[in-house]
Each structure stands twice: as C-alpha cells, then as structure tokens.
Nanobody
C-alpha cells in the first residue's frame, strides 16, 4: 500500500513556474508507475503526466508538452512535476497517483489505485 501527499501548489502569475512534489510512504514506491492528474470544478479529472517505475519513460498530455516535466527520486520516495510557462488554463487541483492496473493505458484514471489529497494550483492573468 502507498500513501501519497502532494505539496507545492500556490497562486502564481501566468508565465511563471511551480514545482509540485508528491511524497510517498511505503517501501514499495519504486515499483509503482506514477501519474499526475488535475481537476477543475465541474470537470472530470484530466491526465497530465506519467512516469514509469524506473523513470525511463515519460508521457504527457499534449497541452503541457514542452512546459511540464515529470521526474522521480526513488531513493527519496518522491515524484515531482516541474511546471513552466504556466497558463491560466493550468489552474486546477493537481493529484499524484500510483498505478495499480494495466488495462487501459497510463492516461486512464481507472489505472490508478492510490491517490493523494491534491494541491491547488492557481494561475492568474
């Protein structure tokens, strides 16, 4: 079992940068593929980024490619999301998640069995 706690969300101006972190408990963190999702009120949770357990492969939603970078440090049990060139439309609650199923691909919310509580990112114009 994995417990996840996100941090780093805050108010930032458009064009600015933020680094979100997700701290995981449990000795098996390094065996989990990890993802970042985001959600705005009234909308479904949206896939943002994915990284394999060893960090060797990453995948992003088109809208953040070239601006966001996902990374992980298995020695520290953390996964991070570096967000640059932020846009107002990036405003959302951001969640990290650990993947526990392999049936629909890493962008599917249903693939992830462990979730953090979320951290609010607000980008002002």
């Amino acid at each position: 079992q994995v417990q996840l706690v996100e941090s780093g969300g805050r108010l930032v101006q458009a064009g600015g940068s933020l680094r979100l972190s997700c701290a995981a408990s449990g000795r098996t963190f390094s065996s989990y593929d990890m993802g970042w999702f985001r959600q705005t009120p009234g909308k479904e949770r949206e896939f943002v980024a994915f990284i394999t357990s060893n960090g060797g492969f990453t995948h992003y939603v088109d809208s953040v490619k070239g601006r966001f970078t996902i990374s992980r440090d298995n020695a520290k049990n953390t996964v991070s999301l570096q967000m640059n060139s932020l846009k107002v439309e990036d405003t959302a609650v951001y969640y990290c998640a650990a993947r526990t199923r392999w049936s629909r691909g890493p962008a599917a919310e249903s693939e992830y069995g462990y979730w953090g509580q979320g951290t609010q990112v607000t980008v002002s114009s």
